[in-house]
């Protein structure tokens, strides 16, 4: 088995990490202090090309593969949680939909403008009565009246979805069919009828958009429907599959983040007369914490790699997305504890990176619900 990266994926790599400490990192924890939606830099993204990193470059985009998405994800993160967040759910929530089921005229329409970064994308699914219970939870109707669906209902916690240039949402076009009557339509943010909600104030990642969204008698043509009807919810949960490559690869940038943090920080703090990194109590966090991330990074790169060649991965992305989430969650924890009372001042970073990280144990899909997506699977192959 090769673990190296190619030539084109450390190529990527560099590139975006470049850009990341020059255009992002100086301007993370302001990004977290104003609670604005830094769109400078995403306009700076799509003018170096990434902002469609992973789709065809006829349809817009850069053409790369799996692992660099993942690769250029991590390093963004490492900047900004707010950044990392926003960008990972532009490409695998609201753009691979568009490529993985679209008609050509919908990726000329919808998909290309995206690639292309003249706008963002998103996915609306959760709704304030659903959550993890996606298959029961999803009320938003979407009826056909002629040559047009009129879509009524609301989405709660879409990221970007505010701001973004079209939203996937998922409806009911069948309610009598349970799941299997379930669809996706696309609907640009600007129509008649889709209302933005209140912006939720959150925690962490406090940079990236997250709003309601309410859809009243809204109207899209019938040609909006993504691939075919009732096969939405299927959509939504490989979707997810996907996306959970992309939270785990924000989840790795930012244990890296807290780890770097950690051991810049026991390398000049002086206490008991030498420097606290000689002390073997900070030496076993830096180490639990660097072997636990780079395990992550593994876990991330096989599952990537094995979506990249068309094998079976949602079982090993979970397992990705799980383990990563929760090795970053113990890094920021033990990058504040080595900080001591510093970490819990705003005055060093580490305590925004705990706030951004949380979100990354909830979001496509919470830790329980991974652990019973992956014991599920393993039960049913044994």
Same mark, same amino acid.
């Given at each position: 088995m090769?673990?190296q990266l ?7 790599? =560099?590139a975006?990490?470049e ?5 992002i ?7 977290d202090r ?5 769109a ?6 799509g003018?170096?090309?990434l902002?469609?990193l ?7 985009g850069a053409?790369?593969d799996?692992i660099?998405?993942a690769?250029?994800?991590e390093?963004?993160?490492?900047a900004s949680g !707010? ?8 490409? !695998?929530?609201?753009?691979s ?26 996915l609306?699914?959760?709704?304030p009565?659903?959550?993890s219970d996606?298959a029961?939870?999803v009320?938003?109707?979407a009826?056909?009246?002629?040559n047009?669906?009129?879509i009524?209902g609301s989405k !709660?916690f ?7 240039? !079209? ?6 076009? =069948? ?10 339509i696309? $609907? ?6 889709? $209302?933005?909600?209140?912006?939720e ?5 406090r940079?990236s ?5 309410f859809? &009243? @008698? ?5 040609e ?35 780890l770097d943090a950690?051991?810049?920080?026991a390398q ?19 180490? @639990?914490?660097?072997?636990?991330? @780079?395990a ?7 599952a990537? @790699?094995?979506k990249q060649?068309?094998k079976?991965f ?5 397992m *990705? ?6 090795? *970053?969650e113990?890094?920021?924890f033990?990058?504040i504890?080595i ?11 580490? &305590?925004?990176?705990?706030r =951004? ?6 979001g &496509?899909?919470?830790?329980e619900?991974l ?7 393993i039960?049913?192959?044994n």
């Amino acid at each position: 088995m090769d673990f190296q990266l190619t030539e084109e994926q450390r190529a990527i790599r =560099d590139a975006v990490r470049e850009f990341a400490e020059k255009e992002i990192m100086p301007r993370a924890a302001e990004i977290d202090r104003t609670d604005q939606f830094p769109a400078e830099i995403f306009q700076k993204l799509g003018a170096h090309g990434l902002m469609g990193l992973h789709i065809p470059e006829a349809e817009g985009g850069a053409g790369a593969d799996t692992i660099s998405q993942a690769l250029a994800v991590e390093e963004i993160s490492r900047a900004s949680g !707010s950044v990392g967040l926003t960008y990972a759910a532009h490409l !695998s929530l609201g753009c691979s939909p568009i490529w993985n089921w679209g008609t050509n005229a919908q990726k000329k329409k919808f998909l290309a403008p995206l690639a292309r970064g003249e706008g963002i994308g998103a996915l609306a699914l959760t709704e304030p009565k659903g959550g993890s219970d996606l298959a029961g939870g999803v009320q938003t109707t979407a009826t056909l009246q002629g040559n047009e669906w009129v879509i009524n209902g609301s989405k !709660s916690f879409v990221t970007s979805g505010a701001i973004a240039r !079209s939203i996937n949402v998922l409806c009911k076009t =069948d309610p009598t069919q349970g799941h299997r009557g379930m669809s996706i339509i696309i $609907v640009p943010r600007e129509t008649r009828g889709v $209302v933005i909600g209140k912006v939720e104030e959150k925690m962490g990642l406090r940079g990236s958009v997250t709003t309601q969204i309410f859809f &009243e @008698d809204c109207r899209v043509p019938q040609e909006n429907l993504l691939g075919e009807q009732g096969k939405g919810f299927y959509y939504a949960m490989t979707t997810l599959d996907g996306g959970r490559i992309g939270i785990g690869a924000m989840a790795l940038g930012l244990g890296r983040a807290a780890l770097d943090a950690a051991i810049k920080y026991a390398q000049e703090r002086v206490a008991f007369g030498k420097p606290i990194a000689d002390l073997q109590a900070i030496q076993f966090m830096i180490a @639990d914490s660097a072997m636990e991330l @780079d395990a992550a990074r593994l876990m991330i790169y096989r599952a990537a @790699d094995l979506k990249q060649t068309g094998k079976k991965f949602a079982t090993e992305a979970a397992m *990705a997305k799980l383990f990563a989430s929760e090795a *970053a969650e113990r890094a920021c924890f033990k990058a504040i504890q080595i900080h001591g009372g510093a970490g819990y001042l705003r005055d060093f970073p580490v &305590e925004r990176f705990y706030r =951004d990280n949380r979100l990354t144990l909830i979001g &496509e899909g919470t830790s329980e619900i991974l652990r019973h997506v992956i014991a599920r699977e393993i039960l049913k192959a044994n």
